[in-house]
C-alpha cells in the first residue's frame, strides 16, 4: 500500500513537475515572442530607414492627370507641348530647374509653396526645357536658411522633340576651356537619350573616336573628354542620327581653347576681311583674343605702311555668357585701311599682351595682280 502511494505521488509529483516545467517553457517562449519581434520592430525600421535615406527616398513627385501621382526615377521622357507639374513634399521647399529657364526670366514657369507642398509648373515645355529638375528641404534657424542636400531629389527630364535633336544652347558658338588637370565637357545634350551622337572635328575633318576612355558621351552632359591636352584644341559639333529622319541634325559648334595652369599668355587669333586686294580697295585686319573675364588685353600693331600712312585701329572687349555661369573675355583690335596703295601689301603683325606674357599672330595681304 505504501509502495502504491509513493508511486501515485510519484507520478503526481512528475506531473505537476512536468506542467510547470511546460508553463514555464510556454512563459518563456512567450517571452521570448514577444522581445523578438519587439527587437526586430526596433531594427528592422532603422534599416529600412537607412536604406531609404541612401537611395533617396525621393520626396519628388509628378502630377499625371486626375490625381496620380508618379516618383520619377532618374530620368523622365516626355512629349513636350504637355504642361508638366511636380510636386515636392515640404513645408519650405527651394528647387533648380535648368538655366535657361532662368536667363529667359521664363513666365511659363511657376513654382508655389503650399501648405505640406511645393508645386513646380511649367507650360508647354519644348525641348530647349530639357534637364535636371531637383528640389530639396529648406532648414531654417531663425533667419538662417540651408539647404538640407540628404533630402535633394532629382530626376532628369527630356521632352523628347522629333525635329529638336539637340538640346538647344542660347549662343551658336560656344567656347570651351581645356584644362590639363580637369575634364572637359563638350554640352551637346540630346532630347531623347536613344538618339545616337557622335563628334566631328572641323580642321582636319574626322569624326572622334569616342571609346569610353579617353572620351565618352552621356545624354545629360555630352563628350567628356577626361584629360584635356594641346591636341584636342580646335572646333568641333556633334551630329545626331535620328530615328525617324534621314539627314542628321548638327550641333552648335565649340571651339576649344586649351588653356595653360596657371593662365598664359593670350590666345590669339588674326583675320583679314580679304587676304588679296586691289588699288582703292577697303580692307580690315580683327586681332582676336579669348580669354578669362577679368583677363585685360593690350594690342599692338606692326604693318607694310606703318609710320607713312593713316590707318584706324579700334580696340574694344566685351564679355560673352556662355551660360552655365560661365563667362568669356572677347578681346579685339579693328584696323581698316581705306584706299589702298602699294605701300599696304604685305604683313601684318598684331602683338597681344597680357599680365603673363605676349602673343604675336600675322597675316599677309597680297595684291590682287
Ligand atoms: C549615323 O548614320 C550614318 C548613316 O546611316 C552612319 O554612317 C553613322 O555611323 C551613324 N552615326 C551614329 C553615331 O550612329
Ligand atoms: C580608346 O581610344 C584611345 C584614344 O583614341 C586609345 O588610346 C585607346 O586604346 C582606346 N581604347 C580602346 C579600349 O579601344
Ligand atoms: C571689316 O570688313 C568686313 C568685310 O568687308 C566688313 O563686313 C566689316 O564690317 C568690317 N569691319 C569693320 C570694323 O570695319
Ligand atoms: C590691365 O588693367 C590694369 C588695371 O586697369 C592695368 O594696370 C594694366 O596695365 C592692364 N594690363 C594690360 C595688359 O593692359
Known amino acids: 500500500m505504501k509502495l502504491w502511494l509513493f508511486f501515485t505521488l510519484a507520478l503526481l509529483w512528475l506531473e505537476v513537475q512536468n506542467g510547470m516545467c511546460q508553463q514555464v517553457k510556454r512563459k518563456k517562449e512567450a517571452g521570448e515572442n514577444r522581445i523578438r519581434p519587439g527587437r526586430k520592430r526596433v531594427r528592422y525600421p532603422k534599416v529600412k530607414e537607412k536604406e531609404v535615406g541612401s537611395k533617396g527616398q525621393s520626396i519628388l513627385t509628378q502630377v499625371l492627370d486626375k490625381g496620380h501621382f508618379l516618383r520619377p526615377g532618374e530620368s523622365l521622357s516626355l512629349s513636350p ?15 533648380a530647374y535648368p538655366s535657361y529657364l532662368d536667363t529667359f526670366n521664363d513666365n511659363r514657369l511657376s513654382i508655389k509653396q503650399h501648405e505640406r507642398y511645393s508645386q513646380l509648373i511649367l507650360t508647354t515645355p519644348s525641348a530647349a526645357d530639357t534637364g535636371e529638375y531637383s528640389c530639396w528641404v529648406v532648414l531654417c534657424d531663425g533667419e538662417e536658411c540651408s539647404k538640407d542636400g540628404d533630402s535633394t531629389s532629382s530626376t532628369y527630364i527630356y521632352f523628347t522633340d522629333k525635329d529638336e535633336l539637340f538640346v538647344l544652347s542660347a549662343i551658336h558658338f560656344e567656347i570651351i576651356f581645356l584644362r590639363p588637370d580637369k575634364p572637359a565637357t563638350i554640352p551637346c545634350r540630346v532630347t531623347n537619350p536613344k538618339i545616337k551622337v557622335s563628334l566631328h572635328r572641323e580642321v582636319p575633318a574626322e569624326e572622334i573616336d569616342v571609346n569610353g576612355t579617353q572620351i565618352s558621351y552621356s545624354p545629360t552632359k555630352g563628350f567628356i573628354i577626361q584629360n584635356p ?31 595653360e595652369v596657371p593662365s598664359g599668355p593670350p590666345f590669339a587669333t588674326i583675320k583679314a576681311s580679304s587676304d588679296v586686294v586691289s588699288g582703292g580697295d577697303i580692307f580690315n585686319v580683327t586681332c582676336t583674343v579669348l580669354g578669362e573675364p577679368e583677363m585685360n588685353v593690350s594690342f599692338s600693331w606692326r604693318y607694310p605702311g606703318l609710320g607713312q600712312r593713316p590707318v584706324i585701329i579700334h580696340d574694344s572687349w566685351r564679355l560673352i555668357n556662355r551660360g552655365m555661369g560661365h563667362t568669356t573675355r572677347i578681346s579685339q583690335s579693328v584696323m581698316i585701311v581705306d584706299d589702298v596703295e602699294t605701300i599696304d601689301y604685305g604683313k601684318y603683325i598684331c602683338t597681344t599682351k597680357n599680365k603673363y606674357g605676349e602673343t604675336l599672330v600675322a597675316t599677309t595681304v597680297k595684291s590682287h595682280e
Open 229 to 259: 591636352s594641346p591636341e584636342h584644341k580646335g572646333a568641333y559639333y556633334c551630329k545626331a542620327n535620328s530615328t525617324t529622319k534621314t539627314t542628321p541634325q548638327i550641333s552648335t559648334k565649340y571651339q576649344l581653347l586649351y588653356v
Open 81 to 95: 507641348g504637355k504642361t508638366l507639374e511636380l510636386r515636392c513634399k515640404g513645408t519650405n521647399i527651394g528647387w
